[in-house]
């Protein structure tokens, strides 16, 4: 059973950067999709980023790509995501997710971890 961990949030400024990371236990991550979401208090989860099993593909959402920069390092077993710029609208819980099929910004991985909250507060 793959379980995913979320970790590298913490309270920062507004224009600091944060790098979340996402690992695994129970299973490599190598074979699988990873997808990273944010949700914010009283909001709709959001898709921000994945990256394939590969790493030949990735794609961040649109409004974030300026900004967020997705990755994997398969020696580490680590998918991560690096915020810039970082303002206090970005403030959410992240969570990664994962599947050996499905790839995109929806909900349909299989496996979710519990999130690492990323505060931006002046």
């Known amino acids: 059973q793959l379980q995913l961990v979320e970790s590298g949030g913490g309270v920062v400024q507004p224009g600091e950067s944060l790098r979340l990371a996402c690992t695994a236990t129970g299973s490599s991550l190598d074979r699988y999709h990873v997808g990273w979401f944010r949700q914010a208090p009283g909001k709709e989860r959001e898709g921000i980023a994945f990256i394939g099993s590969t790493a030949g593909y990735s794609y961040v959402k649109d409004s974030l790509k300026d900004r967020f920069i997705i990755s994997r390092d398969f020696d580490k077993n680590m998918v991560y995501l690096k915020l810039n710029s970082l303002n206090p609208e970005d403030t959410a819980n992240y969570s990664c997710?994962?599947?050996?099929?499905?790839?995109?910004?929806?909900?349909?991985?299989?496996?979710w971890g519990q999130g690492t909250q990323v505060t931006v507060s002046s």
């Open positions: 997710a994962a599947d050996q099929r499905y790839y995109g910004l929806g909900v349909g991985y299989d496996y």
